[in-house]
T-cell receptor, first 115, second 110 residues
Framework: KAGVTQTPRYLIKTRGQQVTLSCSPISGHRSVSWYQQTPGQGLQFLFEYFSETQRNKGNFPGRFSGRQFSNSRSEMNVSTLELGDSALYLCASSLVPSGGAETQYFGPGTRLLVL | SQQGEEDPQALSIQEGENATMNCSYK?????LQWYRQNSGRGLVHLIL?????REKHSGRLRVTLDTSKKSSSLLITASRAADTASYFCATDNAGNMLTFGGGTRLMVKP
């Protein structure tokens, strides 16, 4: 089975621009979560989608948004980019959400640099 | 915000030695998971331990959980250079939302 794939792998943007990142979960997985990783804040939960519905959202401003399609693929969007948005964005998939009892499988991440 | 805090933040050992990493968390949990991350890449799931379990083994990995102390430890026995990575504990909150600790950077010298 193919693992979680994320595109693009690397991205350079300038302040004020917007960016869209894509995540394809493992075949059959219906839950997709997004995390941001920075040296200063570590790994932080962004949001989780299941059956095209956002189930949980972390403590991030409204500039961060996401969606999930009927094939479980997910996208996240960051508008009006700030320097502090430079980070590794990780996507994780699992069969279904189940209170943390389901193993989440992570993709390789998208490294975003905002100049 | 980080629920878990790993200790130590960095650990350097020789190949063949055992490596122990500790994780403390603040609120009650359903499960605790350990992940490995190689050099800024994606996370690899190592082991999940449920709140009603005290110890779990997987190959050279041994995880313990003490819910009364809100702490967990990960032991890697007979370490190899390939074990060099950052190790994170993660606790569940609502749904699939994992809260990660700051991680332990493990260096295994050949």
């Amino acid at each position: 089975k193919a693992g979680v794939t994320q595109t693009p792998r690397y991205l350079i943007k300038t302040r004020g621009q917007q960016v869209t990142l894509s995540c394809s979960p493992i075949s059959g997985h219906r839950s997709v979560s997004w995390y941001q990783q920075t040296p200063g804040q570590g790994l932080q939960f962004l949001f989780e989608y299941f059956s095209e519905t956002q189930r949980n959202k972390g403590n991030f401003p409204g500039r961060f948004s996401g969606r999930q399609f009927s094939n479980s693929r997910s996208e996240m969007n960051v508008s009006t980019l700030e320097l502090g948005d430079s980070a590794l964005y990780l996507c994780a998939s699992s069969l279904v959400p189940s209170g943390g009892a389901e193993t989440q499988y992570f993709g390789p991440g998208t490294r975003l640099l905002v100049l | 915000s980080q629920q878990g805090e790993e200790d130590p933040q960095a650990l350097s050992i020789q190949e063949g030695e055992n490596a122990t990493m500790n994780c403390s968390y603040k609120t009650s949990i359903n499960n605790l998971q350990w992940y490995r991350q190689n050099s800024g890449r994606g996370l690899v799931h190592l082991i999940l331990i449920r709140s009603n379990e005290r110890e779990k083994h997987s190959g050279r990995l041994r995880v313990t959980l003490d819910t009364s102390k809100k702490s967990s430890s990960l032991l890697i026995t007979a370490s190899r250079a390939a074990d060099t990575a950052s190790y994170f504990c993660a606790t569940d909150n609502a749904g699939n939302m994992l809260t990660f600790g700051g991680g332990t950077r493990l260096m295994v010298k050949p």
